[in-house]
């Protein structure tokens, strides 16, 4: 009788932390509202705001996200979810539209920056400025 609770719970503790490991692995599972998702980028291309949005990403995201975008900021270390690698291949499949919604909606541990960063002009250069994060 022993032998099986502890086989049960052994075999519960396993399942447990598979699925930790797992959910952790998978990133924050953002639901993304389809009015964002098809939400156009009226910047998009704009050379004159690179310096606006590298600006702009330096005030509010660098903390979390790293000067490269690499996810690895000093505060990415305090979150429970890390922050996302705005460089990798699985980042360029999200619309203009979406990296404007996880930019700046926030969600869980992610501050809401659209009353941070009023100007839409500011917020389409930091879109575009992750643009070129993934590029190099």
Request: glycine share 8%.
């Amino acid at each position: 009788m022993k032998r099986n609770l502890l086989n049960y719970t052994l075999t519960l503790m396993l399942i447990v932390f598979t699925s930790v490991l797992v959910y952790a692995q998978s990133g924050n599972k953002t639901t993304i509202p389809s009015e964002y998702k098809e939400k156009v980028n009226p910047h998009k291309g704009d050379e004159s705001l690179k310096m606006t949005g590298l600006r702009t990403f330096n005030r509010h995201c660098v903390s979390c996200h790293g000067k490269a975008g690499l996810g690895d900021g000093v505060m990415s270390k305090n979150l429970k979810i890390p922050p996302g690698n705005l460089t990798t291949a699985h980042m360029t499949k999200y619309s203009d539209g979406e990296i404007y919604y996880m930019s700046f909606v926030g969600e869980g541990e992610r501050p809401d920056f659209i009353k941070l960063i009023p100007s839409e002009e500011d917020k389409w250069a930091v879109v575009n400025y992750v643009r070129t994060l993934q590029k190099e």
